[in-house]
Nanobody, 120 residues
Framework: QALLVESGGGLVQPGGSLRLSCTVS????????MGWFRQPPGKAREFVAR????????DYADSVKGRFTISRDNTQNTLYLQMSSLKPEDAAVYFCNAGVRLDRSPGDFWGQGTQVTVSS
């Protein structure tokens, strides 16, 4: 049974940084394209970033490109999202996902989410 657990969310001022982590168990982490999605208040969940199995290829939503960096540690079964230059519009619940497809649609496995609040 897949278990994805996000951590690292919190309150940050505009322009600040946060690093999210997602620890994965119950599936063969190395074989999954992993990704991050987010759901702003009152809006639909949206794609943020994905990373291929070997961490050699990444893909970002235009809204976060150049500010966010996705990475993974296959030895620790952990996915990361380094977020910098945060804006109020980045505030959302952030979810990690296993099995992200090439069209950026999510795979079958989700974490429970971690809240990111960007406010002064």
């Amino acid at each position: 049974q897949a278990l994805l657990v996000e951590s690292g969310g919190g309150l940050v001022q505009p322009g600040g940084s946060l690093r999210l982590s997602c620890t994965v168990s119950g599936i063969n982490f190395n074989t999954y394209i992993m990704g991050w999605f987010r759901q702003p208040p009152g809006k639909a969940r949206e794609f943020v970033a994905r990373i291929n199995r070997s961490a050699g290829v990444t893909d970002y939503a235009d809204s976060v490109k150049g500010r966010f960096t996705i990475s993974r540690d296959n030895t620790q079964n952990t996915l990361y999202l380094q977020m910098s230059s945060l804006k109020p519009e980045d505030a959302a619940v952030y979810f990690c996902n296993a099995g992200v497809r090439l069209d950026r649609s999510p795979g079958d496995f989700w974490g429970q989410g971690t809240q990111v609040t960007v406010s002064s």
